[in-house]
């Protein structure tokens, strides 16, 4: 996701306040029907029964699930050929797979959810949680099974914005951090050492304008930095930049911004927004996106995803190029984004015990490495992704290394949240807007965010 692009759900009381809500726009990386009656979707695909012969784990009494996943290639294939896996071990229940595209996702969601008719066990961003909960959409995992204590030995920390009025709501197979491709050709073509990549936010600047190439009128050859920031940027800013300049995103209760409680926040968004402004290494919407332009070599250095490891290999698998961790200031830190699996709140008796099997299933050691050879996403257990086989990988290593200093972003609303910050931005580089008046605006819009979801829950 894309990175993607991320990478962090009150009940409505109309259909159309429900998706309006609820409309997101796709991502950069960036899954119907229970036994309940709903008619199938057509790229539904459901999955064989298992042989017969294979023996029940839990209950001799057939039960079939429905399990929703967005429409991502990589990842429908890998789900089909795990749902196999699962009914030979599990052969008195059968599993139903739909995906839907990425745009329709929310809004069928919103519309077969909550009429009962949706899945049994639902993969969706952990950003989108809040909404979803408040909704009404979610139950809450089933503590013998995904205990507090339990989920706190066996999973990276910021696992735990998955958790939401002291429980979890959804669990991951898989997680992803942001890390800085480079293109190692580039690199040596502007006289640099491609073993030594920027490690802090001044050589950061520093290789970005050796990389940078323009044309005799000043446009844009090779991007020294790709910077898109509705793609990963916003992310970068909130869970990386802010703490590397010495602050803090949110309150421990997740009520209140921190951006500008110490001038760290000011000094993240003016450092990221200089990159553009005063730096010019690169500019928005060049070869219509960071990933596409990265891909072809338009691109020097890129803030992204460990999910676009998978679509490099598969769309440029000739491309030179590297992973580093991302630069540094006072600190580190990095950005940790995930999509887990969850259980809709109308699953109960056999359907909710077969739902739970199979999330179990999918969090299993076996299951995270297929997982990591696949799609190219990080293990979410501790004992999984700190395997040396990863550790020492030259391109998944970087990524782990960072998995102790990530941070995961309580969203209240992914898709506004991301508006504001590129809307800021806009402000800037289109309207002449002062540094710190779209800053202190950008933290208002976005406090009010917080504030409104709040007075609603403690209504409740």
Not at 374 to 392: F, N
Request: aromatic share 12%.
């Amino acid at each position: 996701m894309r990175k993607h692009s991320r990478q962090e759900v009150q009940k409505i009381t109309g259909k159309a306040a429900l998706l309006s809500a609820l409309s997101l726009s796709a991502l950069t990386v960036l899954s119907g029907c229970s036994g309940s009656g709903a008619a199938q979707a057509d790229n539904a695909k459901p999955v064989a029964e298992a042989p017969k012969g294979a023996q029940p784990t839990a209950s001799d009494e057939k039960i079939t699930i429905e399990y929703w996943q967005y429409e991502f290639p990589a990842k429908v294939e890998l789900v089909n050929k795990l749902i196999q896996d699962f009914q030979k071990t599990h052969p008195n229940i059968t599993i139903k797979h739909t995906n839907f595209p990425y745009d329709q996702y929310n809004e069928k969601v919103a519309t077969l959810v909550p009429a009962g008719k949706g899945p049994d066990v639902i993969n969706l961003y952990y950003g989108w949680l809040p909404k979803y909960v408040s909704s009404g959409y979610l139950q809450p995992l089933p503590e013998s099974e995904f205990s507090e204590a339990k989920v706190k030995a066996e999973f990276f920390p910021f696992v735990d914005a998955a958790k939401l009025n002291g429980k979890y709501y959804a669990i991951p197979t898989a997680v992803r951090t942001l890390g800085l491709f480079y293109n190692k050709d580039l690199f040596t073509k502007a006289g640099l050492d491609p073993s030594k990549p920027p490690a802090t936010w001044e050589e950061l600047i520093t290789y970005a304008k050796k990389l940078t190439e323009t044309d005799k009128n000043g446009q844009f050859v090779v991007e020294g930095l790709a910077w898109q920031p509705g793609a990963q940027l916003h992310h970068w800013f909130r869970d990386a930049l802010i703490y590397q300049a010495g602050g803090k995103d949110i309150s421990e209760d997740r009520r209140k911004l921190l951006w500008n409680d110490s001038p760290a926040g000011l000094e993240a968004f003016s450092y990221l927004v200089d990159l553009a402004v005063k730096h010019k290494v690169g500019i928005n919407g060049f070869y219509n996106d960071d990933i596409t332009a990265f891909k072809g070599g338009h691109v020097a250095m890129n803030v992204d995803g460990s999910f676009q490891l998978g679509s490099i290999k598969r769309d440029a698998p000739n491309l030179n190029y590297a992973i580093a961790p991302l630069p540094s200031y006072k600190s580190k830190a990095t950005q940790a984004s995930f999509w887990a699996n969850a259980i809709p709140k109308n699953v109960e008796g056999k359907k909710l015990e077969a739902a739970t099997e199979f999330l179990k299933f999918l969090t299993s050691k076996e299951v995270q490495e297929q997982w990591v050879e696949k799609i190219g996403e990080l293990p979410a257990k501790k004992e999984v992704a700190l395997q040396e086989k990863y550790t020492k990988d030259e391109k998944l290593g970087p990524f782990i290394e960072q998995l102790s200093v990530a941070n995961s972003h309580f969203f209240v609303d992914e898709k506004l949240e991301r508006d504001y910050f590129t809307q800021a931005v806009d402000q800037i580089l289109l309207n002449k807007t002062d540094y710190k008046t779209a800053f202190d605006e950008l933290v208002a819009k976005t406090q009010k965010l917080y504030d409104d979801y709040w007075a609603k829950q403690d209504k409740k």
